[in-house]
């Protein structure tokens, strides 16, 4: 069945770096593009990131923008997000989300169970 | 960016009853709206697609409704099961946006 397994979260401390992967199975990773989204108790959903079938096009949002980075390996059905200069605000589970086509849109349909990351001193 | 507004924020309800939740956008969306169910520890579940269309697999006690600006979930006949928190999302342009969540309570 059609299945993602984040990884890669933990406590880290501020400033830091952190790096999260995604493995897809049961679909054809590389005809879909593929979202990040991360959920808080205090801010609930927010989309963090997509990049398209081919990594080709890649989308971050404003509050991560130049410190995180989506990338995609699709020899080894893995999707990944590159956090950099960790900040206690981006506390949060990390959700990978297939999307609905192969170019950048931002339709989703399947989610993978989720990463913790706590950035904390 | 697109602002969801969902309402209620929270709900109580008895097994059986008809179940409404809103979701109103600040801009046209047109149908491109999802409704999710989400368990504690879990990921949020994609129940409702296109505002109206129910995905594979999920119950026909769920539906959708809506165009534009306003959308409404239902729950026909509520059961011990969907104990959750529910969220619209729209994907009209990036960023997708959600609103704040209803937690349904028995």
């Known amino acids: 069945q059609v299945q993602m397994v984040e990884s890669g979260g933990g406590v880290v401390q501020p400033g830091r770096s952190l790096r999260l992967s995604c493995a897809a199975s049961g679909f054809t990773l590389s005809v879909h593009s593929m979202h990040w989204v991360r959920q808080t108790p205090g801010k609930g959903l927010e989309w963090v990131a997509v990049i398209s079938y081919d990594g080709g096009n890649k989308y971050h949002a404003d509050s991560v923008k130049g410190r995180f980075t989506i990338s995609r390996d699709n020899s080894k059905n893995t999707l990944y997000l590159e956090m950099n200069r960790l900040r206690p605000d981006d506390t949060a589970v990390y959700y990978c989300?297939?999307?609905?086509?192969?170019?950048?849109?931002?339709?989703?349909?399947?989610w993978g169970q989720g990463t913790t990351v706590a950035v904390s001193s | 960016d697109i602002e969801m507004t969902q309402s209620p924020s929270s709900l109580s309800a008895s097994v059986g009853d008809r179940v409404t939740i809103t979701c109103r956008a600040s801009?046209?969306?047109?149908?491109?709206l999802n409704w999710y169910q989400q368990k504690p520890g879990k990921a949020p579940k994609l129940l409702i697609y296109?505002?109206?269309n129910l995905e594979t697999g999920v119950p026909s006690r769920f539906s959708g409704s809506g165009s534009g600006t306003d959308f409404t979930f239902t729950i026909i006949s509520l059961q011990p099961e969907d104990i959750a928190t529910y969220y619209c999302q729209h994907y009209d342009s990036l960023p997708p946006t959600f609103g704040q969540g209803t937690k349904l309570e028995i």
């Open positions: 989300a297939r999307g609905t086509s192969g170019i950048v849109t931002p339709g989703m349909d399947v």
């Open positions: 296109d505002a109206s």
């Open positions: 801009h046209d969306i047109s149908n491109y």
